[in-house]
Every structure is written in structure tokens, then in C-alpha cells.
């Protein structure tokens, strides 16, 4: 069997375009998918956006601090500002 996506010499039968089309369509979808439920659910930042650090936040817990303008990490003893 031929590789479909190599054009034969001929060109009579050229389908790599249409696949191709395909497959970006199909990313296109899959991409505006994931931004709408990340829209609906309000998960927009990759981190909680907060004034404050949380109270009694378990080891690892990362979120953005709307006051100090950085992300912030617990480490079990204290914050961890990431830059």
C-alpha cells in the first residue's frame, strides 16, 4: 500500500491536502474545546488568584498573590516566593 500522503508522480490522486485540512480543523476545535471550559469554569490563570495567603495550606500549595504580584509556594514552613 502507498503512503497516502506522498503525491504520486501522476498527481491524479493528491488527498494529503484534505488530510492535512483535517487534522488542523480538528486541533482548532479541540483548542477552542479546552479554552471554553476553562472560560466556564473560571480556571482561566494557572493559579488561584488570591490577596492573601491561604490559611493552613498543605505542603505545596502554589497561588498568585494579588498584592505582592508573584506566585507563591508553601513548603510546609513557610512561603516560597517563584521569583
Keep these: ?19 492535512v485540512a483535517n487534522a488542523f480543523a480538528a486541533v482548532r476545535r479541540i483548542v477552542a474545546e479546552m479554552i471554553a471550559a476553562a ?7 494557572p493559579f488561584e488568584m488570591l490577596a ?3 490559611a493552613s495550606p498543605g505542603e505545596g500549595r502554589t497561588y498568585y498573590d494579588t498584592t505582592l504580584h508573584k506566585a507563591r509556594t ?7 516566593d517563584h521569583w
Design 74 to 80: 508553601w513548603d510546609g514552613t513557610a512561603w516560597q
Design 52 to 54: 492573601s495567603a491561604p
Design 1 to 19: 500500500m502507498t503512503d497516502p500522503l506522498v503525491v504520486p508522480v501522476d498527481n491524479k490522486t493528491i488527498d494529503w491536502p484534505r488530510r
Design 39 to 45: 472560560v466556564s469554569t473560571g480556571k482561566q490563570e
